[in-house]
Protein backbone atom coordinates (compact mmCIF):
# COMPACT_ATOMS: atom_id res chain seq x y z
CA UNK A 1 0.00 0.00 0.00
CA UNK A 2 1.46 3.29 -0.87
CA UNK A 3 1.38 5.72 2.03
CA UNK A 4 1.50 9.77 2.36
CA UNK A 5 1.00 11.37 5.78
CA UNK A 6 0.79 15.24 6.07
CA UNK A 7 1.78 16.57 9.44
CA UNK A 8 2.12 19.89 10.98
CA UNK A 9 -1.28 21.11 10.35
CA UNK A 10 -3.30 23.36 13.55
CA UNK A 11 -4.30 26.68 14.08
CA UNK A 12 -3.08 29.55 13.46
CA UNK A 13 -4.17 33.28 13.93
CA UNK A 14 -4.34 35.54 10.54
CA UNK A 15 -1.14 36.72 9.44
CA UNK A 16 0.58 33.52 10.77
CA UNK A 17 3.26 31.28 9.17
CA UNK A 18 2.93 27.26 9.00
CA UNK A 19 4.71 24.37 7.96
CA UNK A 20 3.45 21.30 6.06
CA UNK A 21 5.34 18.32 5.78
CA UNK A 22 4.22 15.01 3.87
CA UNK A 23 6.41 11.82 4.30
CA UNK A 24 6.18 9.27 1.59
CA UNK A 25 6.76 5.19 2.51
CA UNK A 26 9.87 4.22 0.44
CA UNK A 27 12.26 5.19 -1.78
CA UNK A 28 10.30 4.45 -4.83
CA UNK A 29 8.68 7.71 -4.30
CA UNK A 30 12.18 10.05 -3.75
CA UNK A 31 11.60 11.74 -7.35
CA UNK A 32 7.80 11.86 -8.34
CA UNK A 33 6.20 15.00 -9.32
CA UNK A 34 4.39 15.91 -6.18
CA UNK A 35 1.81 18.51 -5.35
CA UNK A 36 -0.54 20.32 -2.58
CA UNK A 37 -4.37 20.39 -2.71
CA UNK A 38 -6.93 21.99 -0.31
CA UNK A 39 -10.57 21.50 0.34
CA UNK A 40 -12.52 23.98 2.37
CA UNK A 41 -15.91 22.71 4.28
CA UNK A 42 -18.35 23.08 1.60
CA UNK A 43 -16.18 23.75 -0.99
CA UNK A 44 -14.48 21.58 -4.17
CA UNK A 45 -10.82 20.82 -3.74
CA UNK A 46 -8.67 23.10 -5.83
CA UNK A 47 -4.78 22.36 -6.72
CA UNK A 48 -2.78 25.07 -4.31
CA UNK A 49 0.81 24.01 -5.35
CA UNK A 50 2.92 21.41 -7.36
CA UNK A 51 6.92 20.83 -7.85
CA UNK A 52 8.81 18.36 -9.92
CA UNK A 53 10.59 15.30 -9.51
CA UNK A 54 14.08 16.85 -8.71
CA UNK A 55 12.96 20.00 -7.28
CA UNK A 56 13.68 23.14 -10.06
CA UNK A 57 9.93 23.85 -11.57
CA UNK A 58 7.02 24.80 -9.41
CA UNK A 59 3.77 26.22 -9.92
CA UNK A 60 1.25 27.72 -7.77
CA UNK A 61 -2.55 28.45 -7.36
CA UNK A 62 -3.16 32.63 -7.77
CA UNK A 63 -4.34 32.70 -4.83
CA UNK A 64 -1.22 31.71 -2.73
CA UNK A 65 1.49 33.21 -4.81
CA UNK A 66 3.82 35.15 -3.09
CA UNK A 67 2.35 33.56 0.18
CA UNK A 68 3.23 30.06 -0.44
CA UNK A 69 6.37 27.97 -1.22
CA UNK A 70 6.54 24.14 -2.07
CA UNK A 71 9.73 22.29 -1.65
CA UNK A 72 11.06 18.89 -1.31
CA UNK A 73 13.59 17.13 0.23
CA UNK A 74 13.92 14.16 -1.64
CA UNK A 75 16.27 12.07 0.39
CA UNK A 76 14.26 12.01 3.08
CA UNK A 77 10.75 11.22 0.94
CA UNK A 78 9.17 14.62 2.24
CA UNK A 79 7.22 17.56 0.91
CA UNK A 80 6.78 20.17 2.28
CA UNK A 81 4.61 23.41 2.09
CA UNK A 82 5.58 27.04 3.79
CA UNK A 83 2.17 28.83 4.65
CA UNK A 84 3.11 32.46 5.10
CA UNK A 85 0.55 35.29 5.72
CA UNK A 86 -2.00 33.53 6.14
CA UNK A 87 -5.86 34.24 5.41
CA UNK A 88 -8.94 32.83 7.10
CA UNK A 89 -9.76 31.89 3.43
CA UNK A 90 -6.84 29.71 3.84
CA UNK A 91 -8.41 27.50 6.43
CA UNK A 92 -9.33 24.39 4.65
CA UNK A 93 -7.83 20.34 4.90
CA UNK A 94 -4.50 20.12 2.90
CA UNK A 95 -3.97 17.29 0.96
CA UNK A 96 0.12 16.23 -0.39
CA UNK A 97 -0.17 14.07 -3.94
CA UNK A 98 2.09 12.04 -5.58
CA UNK A 99 2.61 10.76 -9.36
CA UNK A 100 3.50 7.67 -10.15
CA UNK A 101 5.51 9.12 -13.17
CA UNK A 102 9.09 9.00 -12.67
CA UNK A 103 10.34 10.19 -15.62
CA UNK A 104 7.34 13.58 -15.96
CA UNK A 105 9.99 16.42 -16.20
CA UNK A 106 7.43 19.38 -15.71
CA UNK A 107 4.88 19.63 -12.76
CA UNK A 108 1.43 18.54 -12.67
CA UNK A 109 -1.49 20.82 -11.63
CA UNK A 110 -5.09 18.79 -11.86
CA UNK A 111 -5.81 16.26 -9.82
CA UNK A 112 -6.72 13.69 -12.04
CA UNK A 113 -2.58 13.28 -13.23
CA UNK A 114 -2.12 11.97 -9.75
CA UNK A 115 -2.26 8.63 -8.19
CA UNK A 116 -1.70 8.67 -4.57
CA UNK A 117 -2.78 10.92 -1.98
CA UNK A 118 -2.10 11.59 1.84
CA UNK A 119 -5.12 11.50 4.35
CA UNK A 120 -5.40 15.32 4.63
CA UNK A 121 -4.55 17.86 8.09
CA UNK A 122 -6.53 20.19 9.03
CA UNK A 123 -5.48 23.99 9.00
CA UNK A 124 -7.55 26.69 10.87
CA UNK A 125 -6.59 30.48 10.36
CA UNK A 126 -8.99 32.75 12.90
CA UNK A 127 -9.94 36.01 12.50
Known amino acids: QVQLVESGGGLVQVGGSLRLSCAAS????????RGWFRQAPGKEQEFVAA????????YYANSVKGRFTISRDNAKNTLYLQMNSLKPEDSAVYYC????????????????????WGQGTQVTVSS
Open 26 to 33: GRTFSSYP
Open 51 to 58: INRIGTIT
Open 97 to 116: AASAETSLVGVLTTRVRYDY
